[in-house]
Nanobody, 117 residues
Framework: QVQLVESGGGLVQAGESLRLSCAASGRTNSISQMGWFRQAPGKEREFAASITWLAALTRYSDSVKGRFTISRVNAKNTLYLQMNSLKPEDTAVYYC??????????WGQGTQVTVSS
């Protein structure tokens, strides 16, 4: 089992920045990859960014590429998402997730990000 706790969400104005954190505990030595997903009101959850736990290979959705940066500190078992140049359409609940194999098996409870225009 892996437990994930997100933090860092809040209310910002368009153009500002936020950094989300996700603290992992439990069987963290079995994690192969972690990711950030988001769900806007009335929409399905969508992929934002991911990173492999050992090699730190990253991947981004087109909607956040160039503005968001995913990173991790293995020694702290912590995942980050630096979000710059935020837009109102980035408003969503952001979830971190952990994968042991090829699918995301564990999810956090989510943190709200609201971007006002």
């Amino acid at each position: 089992q892996v437990q994930l706790v997100e933090s860092g969400g809040g209310l910002v104005q368009a153009g500002e920045s936020l950094r989300l954190s996700c603290a992992a505990s439990g069987r963290t030595n079995s994690i192969s990859q972690m990711g950030w997903f988001r769900q806007a009101p009335g929409k399905e959850r969508e992929f934002a960014a991911s990173i492999t736990w050992l090699a730190a290979l990253t991947r981004y959705s087109d909607s956040v590429k160039g503005r968001f940066t995913i990173s991790r500190v293995n020694a702290k078992n912590t995942l980050y998402l630096q979000m710059n140049s935020l837009k109102p359409e980035d408003t969503a609940v952001y979830y971190c997730a952990a994968a042991m194999g090829f699918s995301y098996d564990y999810w956090g409870q989510g943190t709200q990000v609201t971007v006002s225009s």
